[in-house]
């Protein structure tokens, strides 16, 4: 079955409108998008032997930071690697602020 020749600006406009990131966030992997609050002004990408802070706040949608649930931990850079936050990690620098969605 042939498709008539005006279906193609169709077909582009439902490709572009149907972007997976969540608004204001890049997709950085499957299922991960991020977005970037502050540049730090750090050179370093986070290696197997580091360490780093991490904050996790937990809302629904349209709730403030946290109100679900809160932490913040160290971690050792090698643990975070091996699960979604490994494209994060690969994507950060030294002093940098982020929101990731998962």
């Known amino acids: 079955m042939r498709h008539p020749w005006y279906h193609l600006p169709l077909y582009a406009l439902l490709v572009v409108a149907c972007d997976p990131a969540t608004s204001g966030f890049k997709r950085i992997a499957e299922d991960t998008d991020m977005q970037l609050h502050v540049i730090g002004d750090g050179e370093h990408i986070p290696v197997a032997g580091d360490s780093v802070l991490l904050r996790v706040r937990i809302a ?7 109100s679900f ?3 913040e931990r160290w971690y050792a850079v090698a643990d975070l690697r091996s699960g979604v936050l490994g494209a994060v990690l690969d994507r950060s620098h030294e002093g940098d602020s982020m929101s990731v969605i998962t």
Do not use: K, W, Y
């Open 60 to 66: 629904a949608l349209d709730s403030p930071p946290g």
């Open 69 to 71: 649930f809160s932490t």
